[in-house]
């Protein structure tokens, strides 16, 4: 599965995070850009699975998959002022 194969590589990524904690590791927007992709990918992977567990309606499914994508940019503008939609 792909998310066996990925787990590695951002197992690996959070280390070298972890190590270097203490340094601005200055992203550039293609950075953000799929650090941001793959966040959101992970979260609406587990949103699947409850979804799945819940037996919820697509209908729900799909309002849901939506504002959680919208909660998503609005966070990442507050904080950084960098509206995903434009990377």
């Known amino acids: 599965m792909l998310g066996k194969r990925l787990g ?4 690996e990524i959070e280390a070298l995070l972890l190590e270097n904690y203490e340094k601005k590791p200055n992203f550039d927007k293609e950075a953000i850009r799929a650090a941001v992709y793959i966040f959101q990918s992970v979260v609406m992977d587990s949103m699947f699975s409850l979804q ?9 499914r799909e309002e849901m998959a939506t504002k959680c994508g919208q909660e998503i940019r609005n966070l ?11 990377l």
């Open 76 to 86: 990442v503008k507050k904080y950084t002022d960098i509206d995903t939609h434009k």
């Open 8 to 11: 590695p590589i951002l197992t």
């Open 52 to 60: 799945e567990i819940e037996s919820m309606p697509l209908e729900n």
